[in-house]
C-alpha cells in the first residue's frame, strides 16, 4: 500500500522560506508516469494545487505561486520537497503532498500537516 | 484564469439521491474528478475522469461530465457521506484546478 508522509517545521515566520519534505513508502517515486504533487489547505477553505514533479526532475507550478515556489526530487532516498519562499501569514494551510498516476488526478494523499506563518 | 463552481451547500435526506454540480467553461471537454474530505482528514478521490470509481468507491458515486457542468451523483445517501466534495479539472495550460467545495449534510 503505497504511503506518503509530510514533513518539516511545524512554524514558519514571515518572510522566510517554508520547506517540506514528502516520503514515499510502498512504492518507487521512480515509477513511470506518476506524478508527485503538493496542495494546501487554509483553514476552513478550499484546496489549492502548489505544484508537481516527475521523477526525471520535470517541475511544472501553478501560475499564481510559480515566483515563489521550488520542487525538487531526491529519488535516492524515494522523496520530494518544497519550498515556498517569503511567506505570509496568507500561506498558513494544511499543507499535503499526492500522488498523480497519470490519470491528472490525485490518488494518495499525505495525512497533511498544518503550517502557520507567524512570528 | 480557469475558476469551477460548486453550491456551497446541499441537503440530502438518507436514502435519497444528492447531486453536486461543478460549472467551468467548456468543462465537457476536460476530465473531471471528484474528491470527499471530512473533518480533519485528507481528502479522497470518489471519482476520475469524469466517471470512473477507484478501487473501494462504493458504486452508490457517479459522475458525468457535459457541456460546462459536471455532476457527481450520490444514490442512496447514507449518513458516513456527509462531507465536503471538490471537483477538480486538469488540462495542459492550467494544470490543476480545484472547485470550491460543497458540503453535503445528510440530514
Known amino acids: 500500500q503505497l504511503q506518503l508522509r509530510e514533513s518539516g517545521p511545524g512554524l514558519v515566520k514571515p518572510s522566510e522560506t517554508l520547506s517540506l519534505t514528502c516520503s514515499v513508502s510502498?512504492?518507487?517515486?521512480?515509477?513511470?508516469?506518476?506524478?508527485w504533487g503538493w496542495l494546501r489547505q487554509p483553514p476552513g477553505k478550499g484546496l489549492e494545487w502548489i505544484g508537481s514533479?516527475?521523477?526525471?526532475?520535470?517541475?511544472y507550478y501553478n501560475p499564481s505561486l510559480k515566483t515563489r515556489v521550488n520542487i525538487s526530487v531526491d529519488t535516492s532516498k524515494n522523496q520530494f520537497s518544497l519550498n515556498l519562499t517569503s511567506v505570509t501569514a496568507a500561506d498558513t494551510a494544511v499543507y499535503y503532498c499526492?500522488?498523480?498516476?497519470?490519470?491528472?488526478?490525485?490518488?494518495?494523499w499525505g495525512q497533511g500537516t498544518l503550517v502557520p506563518v507567524s512570528s | 484564469s480557469y475558476e469551477l463552481t460548486q453550491s456551497p451547500s446541499v441537503s440530502v435526506s438518507p436514502g435519497q439521491t444528492a447531486s453536486i454540480t461543478c460549472s467551468g467553461d467548456?468543462?465537457?471537454?476536460?476530465?473531471v474528478c471528484w474528491y470527499q474530505q471530512k473533518p480533519g482528514q485528507s481528502p479522497v478521490l470518489v471519482v476520475y475522469?469524469?466517471?470512473k470509481r477507484p478501487s473501494g468507491i462504493p458504486e452508490r458515486f457517479s459522475g458525468s461530465n457535459s457541456g460546462n457542468t459536471a455532476t457527481l451523483t450520490i444514490s442512496e445517501t447514507q449518513a458516513m457521506d456527509e462531507a465536503d466534495y471538490y471537483c477538480?479539472?486538469?488540462?495542459?495550460?492550467?494544470?490543476?484546478?480545484f472547485g470550491t467545495g460543497t458540503k453535503v449534510t445528510v440530514l
Open positions: 499526492a500522488r498523480d498516476h497519470g490519470r491528472n488526478s490525485f490518488d494518495y
Open positions: 510502498g512504492g518507487s517515486i521512480s515509477t513511470t508516469g506518476d506524478y
Open positions: 514533479i516527475y521523477y526525471s526532475g520535470s517541475t
Open positions: 467548456k468543462l465537457g471537454d476536460k476530465y
Open positions: 475522469q469524469d466517471h
Open positions: 477538480q479539472t486538469w488540462d495542459s495550460s492550467i494544470f490543476y484546478v
